[in-house]
C-alpha cells in the first residue's frame, strides 16, 4: 500500500534529497553541483543515497561488498543495494552510491568511496521493491538495486577515492536530525489526534477522556515529546554553532531517543483509536512504521547506543 | 501486500473459523448446524465473523448500531461493520451478526442478538478492504461491509433474541486464547530467526551472537515466551476443567500478556535483522503487525486490564 | 540509618526551608516575615511544613482532617500530621501547618487554611520518627507529630482564612521545581560513577566498559539525564517570564519525568556498582530512595499525569 | 534499621542456611555433617556463605582473591569478604568460605576450593555492618568480615582442593530459586495489600479501586506474579526430574525474571499506599529492597542473562 495521506505533509523537506543537497553542496565540484544540485534545488530533478546492501550488516561501512573499480578514464560499479529509499521516482535522476576503491586497505575507513550515478545509466537495474511492514511507499519506493558493470565517468568520484567513509559522516549527521524533525511532528499529530479521538467517543458510559489510563497516556506522550523537541533543538544548535563533528554526542542522542519515543506515542494513539488506528483511515499506521523504521535506517539504535556510551566512558570514566 | 509467507502454516485453525464453529456447536440449532457447521467442518466453506462497527467503541457491546428488526417470519438487518476478517475469502458463505434486537431494553446486555447471513444475501455489500498497517491480509481482508436491510429467515436467530452478549461472551474466551496460542508461536518462532541471524551476521568485526545486548535480547525472549506459554496453557486447561466462565481471570491475562509480548519479542527479532526485518523477506513484519492487532482485536488490552483489576479487586479487597 | 553522605552537597538549597521562605517572601506579613522569614534567611533556625496526615490520600487536599478552631484571639489546632520532614532538627523553630477552617464550605478549596506554628508549642508532640526505606534520615527526620489542642495568636493566621488551597499550589511548584533540580544532579552523579567504575572493574576477562549492554546503560542515562535537565530548564524559565500559573503544564511535566528517570539512571548505577551499589559505601542507595520518595512526595504522579492529561485535553480535544 | 516485620514469615527456610545445608548434604563428609549439618538442622546453630568480596567483581569467580593456603596439616585464610549474610546472628557458628588453593592453575575453574571455618576462630574479625538501602538487616546483618591467618585443620576442606567452583554451581542453582520462591510470596502480598488500600482510601471523589490506573496496576502485577510463579514451577520441576544441571536454563530465566518483577509489583504497592508504602508501617519498602538486593544477589541479572543467551544461540544458532 502506497503512503497516500501524509507525503505532501511530511516529506517536502524530504528525505533523500535534503542529505544528499547538502552532500553535493558541502564535497562537490562545481561541475558536480552544476549538474546535480542546481536541478536538484530547483525541484526539477530528485535523487537517492545508495548505501544498504542485503548480504552485509551494512552500520559497519567496512562490511560494503559494492565495487567501484578504475578503468582508464571510467569507474565500473558492481554491487547490490536495498533500500534506496526514492529511486523508483520518475523524476529520480541522480544516485549517490558507497563503494569500494580499495578494498585491501589496512586504514578500513579509507577503503569506500562515492560516486555519482545516473538513475538510468546501462547496468542499473531495478530488482524488485521492498516494503516496511506492508507499505511499498510508493512512488518513491525503497527499491532493490544492481549495479551490474555500471560505467561512470572518473569525474563523477566525490571529493577523491577513500572518501567515502568520511563523507558518509558528515551526511548521516544532519540526515539524522531531520529525520528526528518529522517524528517529532509525527508524535505531536498522533498526541493531538488522541486527544481529539478521546473527547469524542464513549466507552463504558464515559468519554475514554474521562479514563485514567488515557489521560496518563495523553499526559506521557506529552512529556516524552516535549523532552526529545527540546533535545533535538539543542543538537541542531550545537551543530550550527560548533559543527557536526562536535554535536556528535547529542546528535547520536536524539536519534536514540527520538524514532523510540515517537513509536510509543504513536502506538498509544493506535490504541485509543482501536481499529481505525491500525486502517488507512489515520496517519497512525504509517507514521508508526517510519518511527520503527528509523530505529533501523541511518543506523540502528545499537550502534549508536555503544558510540554515545564510549563517549561518555571516555569523559567520566576512571582514567579520563 | 498480501500474506503470502506465514498463511498456511499460522492459520490452518483458522480466525474466525474456528471460533464460529464453537458459536454454532454450543448454540445452534440441528438445522443451523447442518446447513453451516458441517460444510465448515469440511473445509467446504469459510465465515466471518461480524462484531466491530466503524462508528462506535465496539468493545462496548451496548454502543452496537446495527439493527435486527423482526418483519414477519424474516429478520431485516441494517448496519455498517469494519474488520470482518475473511469476508473476503471467495469461499467465505456465511456472517455471524452481531445487532440490537431490542435497543430499549432497561437490561443493557439484553438488547443484542446474533444471527446467520448469508454472505452473498441481497444487500449485503463491500465497500472497502480494510488495511493492517498496510498489508491488506488477502484473500480473506477485514472489509467494510454495509447491511442494506438485508432479510434473512427467522429461524436464523442464533440461540433467541436478546441473547447476543451471552454468545458473544461464550465466543470470545476460546477465540482469545486461539490467538495467543498462535501468538506464542510466531515468537518462538521470531526468537529462533534471532538466533541464526545473530550467528551469521558480523559488525565491527563480530558477530551479534557476541554482542552482549544481543544476548540479552535473546534471554529477555526467551523468558517472557516461556512465561506467557505457560499462563497460556494454565488457562486452557481452567477452561478444560472448569468452563469458560471461571477461567476468566486467567483468559484475560493471557489475553493482557501474550499480544505485547509477541509484538516485543518480534520487535527485538527485527532490530537484530536491520532492513530486512520490515521487508517482505521475512515474516518478522506481518507477524508484529499481527501481534499489534490483537491488541486492539477481540477486546482492546484496557478493558481486558480493568476487567482483571476488578475482579482481584473483589476477592483481596478491604470488604471482600 | 541516617543520610550523612550527601547531606552537605545536596540540601544546602534545603527542602522544606527553601519552600517556606518563599511563602513567607510571597504571603507573609510585615510583621510574620520580621519574625520568621528574616531568621531562615539568615540560618539561624530551621522549619518544617506539616501537611500529610497518615489518615487519609493527602494528595487531595480536600481530605485534610487537622482542625485550625478560632477561638477569641487565637486559633486551636489540632490534628495527626507525618513526614513532617526536618521538624526533628535541633535549630526547627517554625512548622507551618495546613488544616480546615471551614470543614462545611461549599467551596471545597476554601475550607483550609494554613497557620504558623512554633516548633515547641505547648500540644505539639513529636510521636515518632517515620522511615524510608529504613533511613531516618536524622537529624532532621520525617516525624509524625500530634497537635493536641494547640494554641497560637490569630495573628499566626497565613493570608487569611480559606486561603490555604491557594498557598499550596503557590507554594508547591516552585517546591517541586527544586526538587527536579536536585535530582538532576544526583543522577549526573550517578552517571559519572557509572563510568568510572565501569573502566575500573573487570569481569569475564573484560573491563565492564566493553560490555555492550552496560555501554547501552551509560548511553541511555547521558540522553534520559539531557533530556529531563532541559525540561527542567524550560519549565523554570517559563515560571520566571510568565509566572507558576502560566507554567503549570511544565512544571507537572518535570514532576512526573524527572524522579522516575532519576531513579531509573541510579538503578542502572547500583547494578554496575553490584553489593556496593546498595551499601552505605556510595551515595546511590540513598540517592535511589529520595528519588522514589519524590514520586510520592509533593503529589504522587498519579496527580500530576491526571492534571496534565486534562489540560492537553482541554487544549487539543474535539470540542477545543 | 532492622527488619523486624517479616522476618519470621519469610526467613523461617531461610537463607543462607538451607543451601549451606544442602552443601554440607551432597558433598560434606560424614565427620563434616556430624559436626555442622546435623546440629543446622536441628536449629541449634546458624551458618554464613562467604563469598562476596569488596575488591573485585566476585560474580566472576575467578576474580576471588582469598587465599586458602596449606601448611602441614592446616589451611590458613587470608582475605577479606563482605555482604556474608546472617554472619553476625549470635547462634551463628559456621562460616563457608570460598578461596583460592591454586590461584596459577590454567584451568581459571580449579583455581577454588570451599573451606570450614568456625564463626569465632581467632584472626575472623567483623569489621562492620554493610547496609542494603538503609536497612541493617539485623540480627544476622550482611558484615563485612577479615580473615586473617586464619588456621583450620585440613579435613575441613570441602570436597577436595579445586572442587570450589563446581560447589558453586551446585549450591547457587537450589539458592536461587529459594529466592525466586520467596519473592513470589511478597510480590502476592504486596498484591493482596494493594487491592486491601485501593479499596478503603479515597481521592478526588472517588475510591483508588474505581481508578482506572490503579486497576491497571493491579491487573499488570496479578498477570506479572502468575506467570513468574508458574516459570518459577517450572524451573523447580525440572531440577527434581533432572537434575539442576539440565535446569540451568529455566533457572536462569526464573532468577532474571523474579526479582524484578517482585521489585516492579511492590513499587506498584508502594505508589498506592503513598507515604506508608516507604515506612516501617508496611512491609513494603522492606521488601523493596530484597527484591532489588537479589538482582545483584547470587549472581547479577547480566550474568544470568549472558549465560541463557548463549545457551540459546547455540540451541538455535546458524551453525546449531
Known amino acids: 500500500m502506497g503512503r497516500v ?42 535523487s537517492a543515497f545508495a548505501m544498504t546492501e542485503p548480504a552485509v550488516a551494512s552500520s559497519d561501512a567496512t562490511n560494503i561488498q559494492t565495487t567501484i573499480r578504475r578503468d582508464g578514464d571510467d569507474y565500473v560499479i558492481d554491487g547490490r543495494k536495498w533500500y534506496t529509499s526514492g529511486a523508483m521516482n520518475e523524476s529520480c535522476q541522480l544516485l549517490i552510491v558507497m563503494g569500494k576503491t ?11 568511496s562515492m560516486i555519482l550515478v545516473p538513475r538510468h545509466a546501462p547496468g542499473v ?36 577515492e577513500g572518501r567515502g567513509f568520511e563523507i558518509a559522516q558528515g551526511r548521516l549527521g544532519p540526515g539524522r536530525i531531520h529525520h528526528c524533525m518529522r517524528l517529532i511532528g509525527c508524535a505531536q499529530r498522533a498526541l493531538e489526534l488522541m486527544c481529539k479521538r478521546a473527547t469524542s467517543r464513549v466507552a463504558f458510559g464515559r468519554s475514554l477522556a474521562e479514563q485514567g489510563s488515557v489521560r496518563e497516556d495523553i499526559a506521557h506522550s506529552f512529556c516524552e515529546i ?9 543538537a541542531a544548535d ?3 554553532r560548533e559543527g557536526n563533528k562536535s554535536a556528535r554526542d547529542l546528535i547520536a542522542a536524539a536519534k536514540i531517543v527520538v524514532p523510540s519515543m515517537a513509536a510509543r506515542v504513536i502506538d498509544r494513539a493506535i490504541q485509543i483509536h482501536g481499529a481505525a488506528g491500525v486502517s488507512q483511515d489515520t ?25 554515545l556510551g564510549k563517549q561518555q566512558l571516555g569523559l567520566h570514566g576512571a582514567s579520563a
Chains 1, 2, 3, 4 share one sequence.
Request: glycine share 8%.
Open 238 to 240: 550545537k551543530m550550527d
Open 102 to 112: 580499495d578494498p585491501d586497505n589496512p586504514d578500513r575507513h579509507r577503503q569506500q
Open 125 to 160: 537495474q531495478v530488482l524488485r521493491d521492498m516494503a516496511v511492514f506492508g507499505f511499498d511507499d510508493g512512488p518513491g519506493g525503497h527499491p532493490e538495486l544492481v549495479f551490474n558493470s555500471v560505467r561512470v565517468p572518473a569525474s563523477n568520484i566525490l571529493l577523491g
Open 283 to 307: 496517519f497512525l499506521a504509517e507514521a508508526y512504521t517510519y518511527a520503527r523504521f528509523i530505529r533501523i535506517g541511518d543506523g540502528p539504535d545499537q550502534v549508536h547506543l555503544s558510540a
Open 226 to 234: 516535549a523532552q526529545a523537541r527540546l533535545l533535538t533543538l539543542q
Open 5 to 46: 495521506l501524509w507525503a505532501p505533509e511530511v516529506f517536502n523537506c524530504s528525505a533523500p534529497d535534503a542529505g544528499n543537497m547538502e552532500v553535493l553542496a558541502q564535497y562537490g565540484t562545481p561541475a558536480q553541483q552544476r549538474d546535480w544540485l542546481v536541478p536538484l534545488l530547483a525541484g526539477e530533478i530528485r
